[in-house]
């Protein structure tokens, strides 16, 4: 059974940075491209960023490139999502996920992330 447990999400100022974490179980991690999404409030789900299991090559949203950084320790089984001059409309509950866009089943539970001064 997959199962994905976000953390790291809270409340900062625009500019601030936070770092979420994803401890992954259940599956064969390190064998798995991983994925970040984030849902704003009243909106559909948004891909955010992909790192491969392997030699961990990234992709980026529009949005978040050249702010936002995935990376992920395959040994410890845990994705990482470094969020740095975080802005308002970053605001969103974040998941791990095991597809791109994922259904429930294929991410975590989420971490809420609010962005406000």
């Known amino acids: 059974e997959v199962r994905l447990v976000e953390s790291g999400g809270g409340l900062v100022e625009p500019g601030g940075s936070l770092r979420l974490s994803c401890a992954a179980s259940?599956?064969?991690?390190?064998?798995?491209?991983m994925h970040w999404v984030r849902q704003a409030p009243g909106k559909g789900l948004e891909w955010v960023s992909t790192?491969?299991?392997?030699?961990?090559?990234?992709d980026y949203a529009d949005s978040v490139k050249g702010r936002f950084t995935i990376s992920r320790d395959n040994v410890k089984n845990t994705l990482y999502l470094q969020m740095n001059t975080l802005k308002i409309e970053d605001t969103a509950v974040y998941y791990c996920?095991?597809?791109?866009?994922?259904?429930?089943?294929?991410r975590g539970q989420g971490t809420q992330v609010s962005v406000s001064s």
């Open positions: 996920a095991t597809m791109r866009l994922p259904n429930e089943a294929q």
């Open positions: 790192i491969s299991p392997v030699d961990s090559t990234t």
């Open positions: 259940g599956f064969a991690f390190g064998i798995y491209w």
